[in-house]
């Protein structure tokens, strides 16, 4: 349980601004040089973000408001603990053989201490959840050579320490790596977009240009979450940027609260598959993959635009059904005045999508630059010139944002490394083979649901990298490999943020709307539905993923439209409205031709259903002439 940082104690306040200064410093400087070993990198993070954690984070609600004894026993240790680590991971990982040589007694004692430090931080940071499948996944490993088939594996328990710490197939794998590097970078470049002010400038420019029709300004929740998305990547954090804002007006707009939470809800989470700047679980896709971002991001840019589309388009007619206005003439700027005067917010957005996509530079390398390209444009913020310190307030801040992240690739490279080692990922992929009988479809059912039942409560990064260890085995023994499994588990995960029972987003959002969370969960859900039938769509039309296969032309061009249409009917059936009010009967009929529009590829079955939603469709707009 995070504590409130006014709350906390002043020294342990001054502390936490100083390990985040040294932490941007460090970073900024490694990232702006080139030059650094990734192992030495990922240590010297930790020795910054295991102390900052026990600062932070409370081990329960009775130390919220306070720092006890205990508390300032752990820093201390995880300050030794990490910086040991750091001074021997040389000869502690690379100088003996992985799972062959040993372990030393210093090894083994730092090790167990490291590993309780890390287990316990996930439990403050993250609750039971992640906790409880952390804990479970360890004890397996330590276990497992006692069990029987088919759940034992002949190991020693030892292994499984050195396995997690001691090897780069554990928690120094593919997860930190990319946390420490790519996510720490883009963090930095978040915190410098937040001092251009970008957020306001993309909330200001969306009202001017739609905010005067239908459900203006819940319209405008919708495409301002979509472009501060491109630049936050979190859910959360997204709904807190933009929903600060846009909740508060929505509902003085008399939208019922819990509908002005959820769209936020739903808006938000897209970002993390919004391009060019995903979540963090994208930069892991591509280190997996071992392809560039910039593929990860061409192949994201369709699912983003059915996403939001999807959702655009329900709320149109939703709005229309509850009679909510638009802004009024005097509550709209005008989008030349903006441009005139924000225009210059963009620049540094711009230099990191010319450096990224035309010149081909690295993503970190991108982002340094307009990092400071950012902060040189900051200055142009009189508040800033007057009050420095507001700087490196925001620069810290948003740097906080770095325990969990780091702490969650903990967790995974846990999880995934005792699942890969064992050999369980393997088992689960063939017992979800023979459940689905070998058919694709339902084993991508299966695929679906283990992926929200991991995200509840998780974040989303952790869900996808769990579910890919498990699930990439049973895809693979379809034949189905590559960036469109990784990008359905991605999309599910991405889900689980407004899936109730444990939807982050939703909780996220109904805490600013003042309203009841499972309400606006579930709410969230209902708004959402039909997105949760869109990765389906990318097994029957891969060549919406651009990146995924030698499509021609045609075929992209008909798997857009195909997708688009099936968007467009199944949000007025969602909605009920188009004109008038859609008997039930219709609804249903109108979501089940989307659905097979989605899925099916036949030219024939795509006119066929197509045909008969268009004559359903103009059929209601027909009967609501005549009645007027």
Request: with cysteine; glycine share 6%.
């Amino acid at each position: 349980m995070k504590r409130e940082f006014e709350k906390i104690h002043i020294f342990l306040r001054f502390l936490v601004k100083a390990i985040l200064s040294v932490m941007i410093i460090y970073n900024t400087y490694v990232f702006t040089v080139g030059r650094y070993d990734i192992y030495e990198h990922m240590f010297i993070n930790l020795i910054f973000v295991l102390p900052l954690g026990f600062i932070l984070y409370a081990p329960s609600r009775r130390y919220v408001d306070r720092t006890g004894l205990f508390d300032y026993l752990l820093i201390v240790v995880s300050f030794i603990t990490t910086i040991t680590f750091w001074l021997n991971y040389y000869n502690w990982v690379f100088n003996r053989m992985w799972l062959v040589t040993p372990l030393s007694m210093e090894q083994l004692v730092f090790g167990v201490i490291m590993m309780i430090l890390l287990v316990e931080l996930i439990r403050r940071v993250f609750g039971k959840p992640l906790f409880i499948l952390s804990l479970i996944c360890l004890i397996y490993g330590l276990t497992c050579p006692y069990l029987p088939y088919p759940l034992g594996f002949k190991t020693h328990p030892l292994k499984i320490l050195d396995l997690l710490l001691f090897t780069p197939y554990g928690i120094l794998s593919t997860p930190l790596e990319v946390m420490a590097t790519y996510v720490i970078a883009f963090t930095l470049l978040g915190c410098a977009f937040q001092l251009a002010r970008i957020d306001v400038f993309f909330i200001e420019l969306t009202k001017s240009l739609i905010g005067k029709s239908v459900g203006g300004i819940g319209k405008v929740s919708v495409i301002a979450s979509a472009l501060f998305g491109t630049i936050s990547g979190s859910a959360v954090a997204n709904v807190y940027a933009t929903g600060t804002i846009t909740i508060p007006t929505m509902i003085g707009m008399q939208y019922p609260r819990e509908l002005a939470a959820a769209i936020e809800a739903v808006a938000s989470t897209g970002g993390q598959i919004t391009p060019p700047i995903m979540g963090a679980a994208a930069f892991v896709m591509a280190e997996i993959l071992g392809v560039p971002y910039i593929t990860v991001v061409i192949a994201a840019v369709f699912p983003a635009l059915f996403y939001y589309l999807f959702l655009y388009i329900q709320l149109h007619f939703t709005s229309i059904k509850l009679g909510l206005r638009g802004l009024t003439e005097e509550e709209v700027p005008k989008a030349v005045e903006i441009l005139k005067k924000q225009g210059y917010r963009m620049i540094p957005l711009l230099v990191f999508i010319y450096l990224l996509v035309v010149q081909s530079w690295g993503p970190i390398s991108s982002a340094i630059v307009a990092f400071y390209t950012s902060l040189t444009i900051s200055l142009f913020r009189k508040d800033l010139l007057r009050k420095p310190a507001l700087i490196i307030n925001t620069l810290t801040n948003g740097m906080m944002e770095t325990v969990p992240i780091i702490l969650v690739a903990c967790s995974a490279g846990i999880v995934v490394g005792v699942l890969t080692y064992t050999g369980i990922a393997l088992k689960i992929g063939s017992l979800i083979m023979r459940a689905s009988f070998g058919i694709l479809e339902i084993a991508l059912i299966y695929i679906a649901l283990l992926t929200i039942l991991m995200g509840m409560g998780v974040p989303t990064t952790a869900a996808y990298i769990m579910t890919s260890a498990v699930a990439l085995p049973a895809l693979s023994l379809f034949g189905v490999k590559g960036i469109v499994a990784h990008m359905f588990i991605l999309y599910y995960a991405i889900l689980s943020a407004i899936t109730p029972p444990v939807a982050l987003a939703a909780f996220a959002a109904a805490n600013l709307s003042k309203s009841s969370p499972m309400r606006v969960g579930f709410l969230a859900m209902k708004l959402g539905l039909g997105l949760f039938f869109i990765p389906f769509a990318m097994f029957s039309k891969p060549e919406l993923l651009v990146v995924a296969g030698s499509s021609s032309t045609y075929e992209v061009c008909l798997a857009f439209t195909t997708v688009l249409m099936a968007c467009f009917i199944m949000s007025v059936g969602l909605a009920g409205y188009l004109k008038s009010n859609i008997p039930l009967i219709h609804r249903v009929v109108l979501i089940v031709m989307g659905v097979i529009l989605l899925y099916f590829k036949d030219i024939f079955i795509i006119l066929g259903t197509s045909s008969v939603a268009i004559i359903l469709l103009f059929f209601h707009i027909y009967r609501y002439k005549n009645r007027n």
